[in-house]
């Protein structure tokens, strides 16, 4: 029986795109480049700053410019972290649905801490998370398992015990390498030309609300709910 949800953070838990974009564009107009439109950054928002800045400025970590501008990105995403980023539509009813059943949920992000733990502290949840697990809390970020296993150290239950929901690969190969059930949030930021079926999931939702029939019927084999 699953006794508690870890869920992915940006593109799963939270719709973090409007913000991360904002700061994005806020950088480009500060370089005097063209502004990216929401549909663009939306489907790189998973993959953060890498993502974002390799989309704006087509820039890789090993460039020179690379660091400067993470950093700048970074600094104005912590002044506007909470501007428009709100719990996905229908998220309050899923965290609601599961303290109904007596079932603890948590984060396990790649995001670091010093974003991760002010980020949640604003959104007012219904019920608190058992763990946060964030990228510089582990030794290693997913798609290691670590991250995921630490979070069960925390909660003290067994990765049979959890499931992990995702909308990124990675969040699928580090669940499942960490002997955890997991689940592909397809509402989420899937980047272009990435298929989530070929994730190796359990399950694929496309609306967060989708957990729950899943929930209901366990299954042993990848189903897709809607």
């Known amino acids: 029986m699953i006794r508690c949800v870890l869920f992915d953070l940006d593109g799963t838990l939270i719709d973090t795109a409007p913000d991360l974009?904002?700061?994005?564009?806020?950088?480009?107009?500060?370089?005097?480049?063209?502004?990216?439109?929401?549909?663009?950054?939306?489907?790189?928002?998973?993959?953060?700053?890498?993502?974002?800045?390799?989309?704006?400025?087509?820039?890789?970590?090993?460039?020179?410019?690379?660091?400067?501008?993470?950093?700048?990105?970074?600094?104005?995403?912590?002044?506007?972290?909470?501007?428009?980023?709100?719990?996905?539509?229908?998220?309050?009813?899923?965290?609601?649905?599961?303290?109904?059943?007596?079932?603890?949920?948590?984060?396990v992000t790649n995001k670091p801490g010093w974003l991760t733990l002010p980020l949640i502290a604003e959104m007012q949840f219904p019920s608190p998370p058992a763990c946060v697990i964030s990228g510089d809390t582990a030794p290693h970020p997913k798609p290691h398992p670590a991250p995921i296993l630490m979070a069960c150290a925390e909660t003290q239950l067994s990765p049979g015990d959890c499931i992990y929901v995702g909308d990124a690969g990675r969040d699928i190969e580090a669940g499942r390498r960490a002997g955890m059930r997991t689940i592909a949030a397809t509402y989420g930021y899937i980047e272009a030309g990435d298929d989530p079926s070929l994730w190796g999931a359990d399950a694929m939702i496309e609306h967060p609300c989708a957990l729950i029939p899943w929930l209901d019927n366990q299954p042993a084999v990848r189903q897709s709910f809607t």
């Open 21 to 107: 974009g904002h700061a994005l564009n806020l950088l480009l107009e500060e370089q005097h480049r063209p502004l990216v439109a929401a549909s663009e950054y939306r489907r790189v928002a998973s993959a953060g700053a890498r993502g974002l800045l390799q989309l704006g400025f087509g820039l890789q970590p090993s460039d020179d410019e690379y660091e400067p501008l993470r950093q700048r990105f970074l600094q104005h995403y912590r002044l506007h972290l909470t501007r428009e980023t709100k719990p996905f539509d229908g998220m309050d009813t899923v965290l609601q649905e599961l303290g109904n059943r007596n079932m603890r949920w948590g984060i």
